[in-house]
């Protein structure tokens, strides 16, 4: 199964923004942060930009910065902004209608999981940026 790592990259580019109490920074030292190119950088930030948890200049001299303070970014404004899977799905497959479990374990599943990702999305809001940074900084 393929993991999708956008949202820990995104909250590691914002991380990185935020630590340097918001001096602007280039895809390139962000990139490097990482260990990443700077195009796949520019792409995590331009969803994060269209969220507007960062400001952009483009060009030659083309930088970053945070768009709000650390405060009053959750991370998950950040798991929103870049497109974040949900956290749990249920496998796609055709109904055996022979099989009682084939049968009801989506209706079963999707209460059970629905839950669990509200509980996942209502950690996530409570957590700011700043507490993270200030997490790193210990």
């Known amino acids: 199964m393929a993991t999708n790592t ?3 990259i995104a909250v590691h580019l914002m991380l990185a923004l935020g630590f340097d109490c918001g001096r602007q920074k280039t895809s390139s030292e962000l990139a490097t942060s ?3 190119s700077p195009s796949f950088v520019r ?3 331009a969803k994060l930009s269209k ?7 483009t060009g030659k001299s083309g930088s970053c910065a945070l768009g ?12 929103k902004a870049v497109d974040s899977p949900q ?13 009682r479990v ?3 374990i989506e209706t079963t599943m999707k209460k059970i999981l629905d839950e669990a990702q509200n509980s996942f999305e209502s950690s996530l809001e409570k957590t ?5 940074v200030a997490d790193i900084m210990k």
């Open 87 to 99: 956290t749990f799905a249920i496998h796609d497959y055709p109904v055996q209608n022979s099989c």
């Open 128 to 132: 700011s940026l700043a507490q993270v």
């Open 68 to 79: 709000k303070r650390a405060e009053d970014i959750s991370l998950l404004e950040i798991y």
């Open 102 to 104: 084939s049968c009801n």
């Open 51 to 57: 969220a507007n948890l960062v400001s952009t200049t």
């Open 34 to 36: 990482i260990n990443t």
């Open 6 to 8: 956008q949202f820990s």
């Open 43 to 45: 792409r995590i930030l």
